[in-house]
């Protein structure tokens, strides 16, 4: 059975040919071109191989070339399936053990590398590169922009919801997917920045040489100036069962859901309540996915509190002060366990829950991707860094800090002077800001008959409502987006504030034809055919506590913004105070089974799968270089260089007690992005399967 997204409130289902292709000697189908995982997904396969060192099964955790977990075998050869397309009649296999070399059938001459110069590299097309490149395309300056993917605009093009910030500074008000395309036909004036997609830098040299793989061929560039805008890679999290085919990062989800438009999973868990698990959620809904709960460590969600709102408004349940204790699942995840923590963070016994579930998203942060920008340093480079690649923060901030990263670029090549203005850095740690105190709610203090009331309470960034209100009257302080806006003055039922609010947090009270029933104007997102003219639903309040019921009296399709305003007719006692609907029931936690299970057999390195155990061992035996452990466990090892499992290791010696200053750190690979040794010599191989089908090459 299919998996794919037939309809989507947002997002268009892609379209394109459709070829056979065979996974395990069984004929499935594809979108030609589409990644292999993706493929998988859409016929309903998540174990993808199974793990050499004790035949465990594999899935995807990344989705974006950065871990090896997704591997198979694609014509003979291993492969990561995230970032390998599908072609027609591809020969797809679990990869089982550590896979042998393919006989090579014909062997090319080596190619000749060329070699290039430009004024500025730049290592990332996501929103800090885009906006970097725009601004150094302003000036004409040459400039290459090199990205992995076919498309630029980075995790943008996950996003499917408004963004929050400023309008005049980073598009708030409009959807992260849209924003991508607004900045790439922006690029598209400036023929000095030459685009690359499809390729990746590989390393840095020495010599002041960046190694780029461009369409499977290697050419070594040579700038005067590089800009690190590679973004960030997810965190991982360590318990018992975080290896399962199910288990997997928050950016892998929304890379099938939004980008591919496929369904993965039926019942979803989230561990995490920063923005990125709040959006998965809300993603999911959108893509008819139900979500069975959220949990947070601390006392409040990180994340913006109207994200958590929207979804506590919808039906999930948010669990803050608790923790996941283990996954659970045959071949497959099958059901998850948390528990409540205490101060330290430790479970409290007699609180665990269950939950069935298929899928379990790992929300927990991000690592910064900035090893390029480390060993251009190293190497005496002219090296500059932006966006995540820099510091985490939100997509906003990032393309701001890469329009300031361009004006330094600017001044070390000689083509502007002075400094950065200074109010530049004050927007910027505007823009990454975390969220400031949440005021309480205020009763109506006028008595118009239409009105809009602001659910948006918490100090956050953002200013759309504000900039779209024809007749200025919903106020936010001059140079302090920051405040929590307020109405004052009139209003005439437009819905502009409402259409535009990047939380939904606006509703729209009309009284004018009856102040006991007055109607309220409500926004929705969740899909065309989710609700109707008629129905009755269930109010809830600005944090999602009930209000009764109401029925949808008209309802309003905004086509252009891809909203939809459900009109409600409400009791006019608690219509200020109905902020949504509630769609889904709370799931229950079902009977929790006692397990033997030990902290110790928690996988930390994926690659190798080395236990907790192991590298507790090691560092109790008084192990303090990095690079030992490495020799002695394998953790590090792997296909993936240590990109997901080096946070954890650290994170195992601060919870011995090993101080950070007694550590050796590992070392970092040359090369940053496995590479075929033939490549650096532009030698094209076939294995027999590609020389019977008549590909070219890897």
């Known amino acids: 059975m299919s998996e794919r997204i037939e309809d989507h409130m947002?997002?268009?289902?892609?379209?394109?040919?459709?070829?056979?292709?065979?996974?395990?000697?069984?004929?499935?189908?594809?979108?030609?071109?589409?990644?292999?995982?993706t493929a998988l997904f859409a016929n309903g396969v998540k174990i993808f191989s199974r793990h050499h060192r004790d035949g465990s099964p594999q899935g995807i955790f990344c989705a974006n070339g950065q871990c090896a977990q997704c591997s198979v075998l694609a014509d003979g050869i291993s492969v990561k399936s995230c970032v390998t397309p599908v072609r027609a009649g591809m020969k797809v296999e679990e990869l089982r053990g550590v896979p042998g070399l393919p006989p090579a059938v014909c062997v090319q001459d080596a190619g000749r590398i060329e070699e290039l110069e430009t004024?500025?590299?730049?290592?990332?097309?996501?929103?800090s590169g885009l906006a970097a490149a725009i601004e150094l395309g302003k000036l004409n300056v040459p400039t290459i922009i090199v990205d992995d993917k076919h498309k630029l605009g980075g995790k943008l093009v996950l996003q499917t919801h408004k963004f929050f910030g400023s309008v005049e500074d980073c598009y708030a008000g409009t959807r992260g997917i849209d924003i991508a395309d607004k900045l790439t036909d922006q690029l598209k004036e400036y023929p000095s920045v030459k685009v690359w997609l499809n390729s990746s830098c590989v390393a840095v040299f020495s010599d002041k040489k960046a190694g780029v793989v461009r369409d499977g061929t290697y050419c070594l560039v040579k700038p005067k100036a590089i800009v690190t805008a590679a973004g960030a890679r997810e965190k991982s999290l360590p318990f018992p069962g975080n290896t399962l085919p199910g288990v997997y990062g928050a950016g892998a989800f929304q890379t099938l859901v939004n980008r591919d438009l496929v369904r993965p999973s039926k019942k979803l868990f989230i561990v995490g309540g920063g923005n990125v698990g709040l959006?998965?959620?809300?993603?999911?809904?959108?893509?008819?996915?139900?979500?069975?709960?959220?949990?947070?460590?601390?006392?409040?969600c990180g994340g913006y509190k109207v994200h958590e709102d929207k979804?506590?408004?919808?039906?999930?349940?948010?669990?803050?002060?608790?923790?996941?204790?283990r996954a659970?699942?045959?071949?497959?995840?099958?059901?998850?366990?948390?528990?409540?923590?205490?101060?330290?963070?430790?479970?409290?016994?007699?609180?665990?829950?269950?939950?069935?579930?298929?899928?379990?998203?790992?929300?927990?942060?991000?690592?910064?991707?900035?090893?390029?920008?480390?060993?251009?340093?190293?190497?005496?480079?002219?090296?500059?860094?932006?966006?995540?690649?820099?510091?985490?923060?939100?997509?906003?901030?990032?393309?701001?800090?890469?329009?300031i990263t361009a004006h330094k670029v600017l001044k070390s090549l000689g083509v502007m002077a002075g400094p950065v203005p200074a109010f530049w850095y004050e927007k910027l740690e505007t823009l990454k800001s975390r969220p400031g105190p949440t005021g309480a709610v205020k009763e109506r203090d006028h008595d118009r008959k239409v009105y809009p009331v602001l659910h948006c309470r918490q100090e956050i960034p953002c200013n759309p409502c504000a900039t779209s209100c024809p007749k200025k009257s919903i106020k936010i302080p001059v140079g302090n987006i920051m405040a929590a806006p307020k109405f004052e003055g009139e209003c005439i039922g437009c819905f502009k504030c409402l259409v535009i609010c990047p939380g939904l947090a606006i509703t729209i009270v009309d009284r004018r034809k009856d102040e006991k029933v007055p109607t309220v104007a409500v926004p929705f997102e969740i899909g065309r055919g989710a609700v109707k003219k008629?129905?009755?639903?269930?109010?809830?309040?600005?944090?999602?506590?009930?209000?009764?019921?109401?029925?949808?009296?008209?309802?309003?399709?905004?086509?252009a913004d891809s909203t939809l305003i459900l009109q409600l007719a409400v009791d006019g006692a608690i219509a200020d105070k109905v902020a949504g609907v509630r769609l889904y029931a709370e799931e229950k936690p079902g009977k929790h089974a006692v397990t033997k299970d030990s902290p110790d057999d928690t996988v930390i390195c994926r690659?190798?799968?080395?236990?907790?155990?192991?590298?507790?061992?090691?560092?109790?035996?008084?192990?303090?270089?990095?690079?030992?452990?490495?020799?002695?466990?394998?953790?590090?090892?792997?296909?993936?260089?240590?990109?997901?499992?080096?946070?954890?290791?650290?994170?195992?010696?601060?919870?011995?007690?090993?101080?950070?200053?007694?550590?050796?750190?590992?070392?970092?690979?040359?090369?940053l992005m496995e590479t075929e040794l033939g490549t650096f010599a532009n030698i094209k191989c076939r294995t027999a399967m590609e020389e019977k089908a008549g590909w070219s090459g890897f």
């Open 10 to 37: 947002i997002l268009t289902p892609p379209a394109g040919a459709r070829v056979k292709f065979t996974f395990g000697g069984r004929e499935l189908e594809a979108l030609d071109g589409e990644m292999i995982s």
């Open 119 to 127: 004024d500025a590299l730049i290592i990332g097309g996501g929103p």
């Open 279 to 300: 959006i998965a959620a809300y993603h999911a809904m959108q893509a008819g996915i139900k979500v069975v709960g959220l949990i947070e460590a601390q006392e409040r």
């Open 311 to 325: 979804i506590r408004r919808l039906g999930v349940p948010v669990y803050t002060r608790h923790t996941i204790l």
């Open 328 to 403: 659970e699942g045959k071949e497959e995840l099958e059901r998850v366990t948390i528990a409540q923590v205490d101060d330290r963070f430790r479970p409290l016994p007699g609180t665990e829950k269950t939950f069935e579930a298929d899928t379990l998203l790992i929300a927990v942060g991000l690592n910064s991707i900035n090893e390029f920008h480390q060993q251009a340093l190293a190497f005496g480079m002219n090296a500059f860094v932006c966006g995540d690649a820099e510091e985490i923060a939100e997509a906003s901030a990032a393309m701001f800090s890469g329009k």
């Open 534 to 559: 008629g129905d009755e639903l269930e109010l809830t309040d600005w944090e999602g506590c009930p209000l009764g019921k109401a029925g949808i009296v008209d309802i309003r399709d905004f086509k």
């Open 607 to 671: 690659c190798e799968r080395v236990t907790l155990g192991e590298i507790r061992r090691a560092l109790r035996s008084g192990m303090r270089d990095l690079n030992q452990l490495k020799a002695v466990t394998r953790a590090g090892m792997g296909a993936c260089g240590s990109k997901t499992c080096n946070s954890l290791i650290l994170s195992v010696c601060r919870a011995e007690g090993v101080k950070p200053e007694e550590l050796t750190p590992m070392t970092q690979r040359p090369l």
